[in-house]
């Protein structure tokens, strides 16, 4: 049974680029977290889904930033536009049900040049 | 203000050594649990406390729950190298969602 899967694990883009980072949940989740994480950070929340549907989007960029978790494939979380600012680790986790422990990913660590 | 406040944020000690890492609010929580970070990793759950005064043991890992259930501390007995790593903090709030700590980052030394 393999674990919440993230790719790319590292993304390079120069300014202004798009990013797109996907998460498969582990198999049976049907919740998707993303977080951000700058260095020497805790995990920053930015959007809660769960299978095609935002629950919690509180965390997001109101601009450039996009997420979604479609019926079938992954959920991608989308950054329009990069800045330099957006340079960090991307982390996605999963859980069951709402409420119940996560298991996170091991990241997509975005640099913008 | 963090919901979470960590302490201390760096910590770096000899391989033997003892250590408590801190995790404080002002508010209450139904539970809380405790993640660890390796460098290029994502965090790994450690342990989850439930009940005031909890303490629960992981090996070398004493964790403990406040009696009020507003905090929490992490003590390692004779830390290793390998126990180098990011150590957050975490609890359950609204709509479901995880809010973590700035974490502790401990280096231990061989």
């Known amino acids: 049974n393999a674990g919440v899967m993230q790719n790319p694990r590292h993304l390079v883009r120069r300014r202004g680029q798009e990013a797109r980072l996907r998460c498969s949940p582990m198999?049976?989740?049907?919740?998707v977290y993303w977080y951000r994480q700058l260095p020497e950070e805790g995990l920053k929340f930015m959007v809660y889904?769960?299978?095609?549907?935002?629950?919690?989007e509180s965390g997001m960029p109101k601009e450039r930033f996009s997420a979604e978790f479609p019926k079938e494939g992954p959920s991608i979380l989308r950054i329009q536009q990069v800045v330099r600012g957006d340079s960090a680790a991307y982390f996605c986790?999963?859980?069951?049900?709402?409420?119940?422990?996560?298991?996170f990913g091991a990241g997509s660590r975005l640099t913008v040049l | 203000t963090q919901l979470l406040e960590q302490s201390p944020q760096f910590l770096s000690i000899q391989e033997g050594e003892n250590l408590t890492v801190y995790c404080n609010s002002s508010s209450v929580f139904s539970s809380l649990q405790w993640y660890r970070q390796e460098p290029g990793e994502g965090p790994v759950l450690l342990v989850t406390v439930v009940t005031g005064g909890e303490v629960k043991k992981l090996k070398r890992l004493t964790f403990q729950f406040g009696d009020a259930r507003k905090d929490s501390s992490l003590h390692i007995t004779a830390a290793q190298p390998g126990d180098t790593g990011l150590y957050l903090c975490?609890?359950?709030?609204?709509?479901?969602?995880?809010?973590f700590g700035d974490g502790t980052t401990l280096t231990v030394k061989p």
């Open positions: 889904l769960q299978k095609e549907n935002i629950i919690d």
């Open positions: 198999k049976g989740h049907s919740h």
């Open positions: 975490a609890v359950n709030t609204n709509a479901g969602k995880s809010t």
């Open positions: 986790a999963s859980s069951p049900s709402r409420d119940a422990v996560l298991t």
